[in-house]
């Protein structure tokens, strides 16, 4: 019943900016967050960021000051303002909804995963 869907990825260079959107339907009981996390070509699925119902945020050491993960209430849309990108964020880019207490950076603590958006930086 719950629906994630990932826009917004494309392909840039490096130093542009992207904003990448989670369109969330269904209903999201019992969630404590939500989340971002990217996996890149021969590389496991590796925490970017995390938005916390309680206020918290959390970014990995290498997009901190340079990504913003934000959410629209009305809207139910979570957000992920990237800027200054490097190739190395080059990743197929998903959403997730938290739906367990534990570490917010942890992908076991995730479900309801959404279909991914690439995003592609070219040097």
């Known amino acids: 019943q719950v629906q994630l869907v990932e826009s917004g990825g494309g392909l840039v260079q490096a130093g542009d900016s992207l904003r990448l959107s989670c369109a969330a339907s269904?209903?999201?009981?019992?969630?404590?967050?939500m989340g971002w996390f990217r996996q890149a070509p021969g590389k496991e699925r590796e925490f970017v960021a995390a938005f916390s119902w309680s206020g918290g945020r959390n970014y990995a050491d290498s997009v901190k000051g340079r990504f913003t993960i934000s959410r629209d209430d009305t809207k139910n849309i979570l957000y992920l303002q990237m800027n200054s990108l490097r190739p190395e964020d080059t990743a197929l880019y998903y959403c997730?909804?938290?739906?367990?207490?534990?570490?917010?950076?942890?992908?076991?603590?995730?479900?309801?995963w959404g279909q991914g958006t690439q995003v592609t930086v070219s040097s």
């Open positions: 997730a909804v938290r739906v367990r207490v534990g570490v917010d950076a942890s992908e076991s603590a995730y479900g309801y």
């Open positions: 269904g209903r999201l009981f019992n969630s404590y967050g």
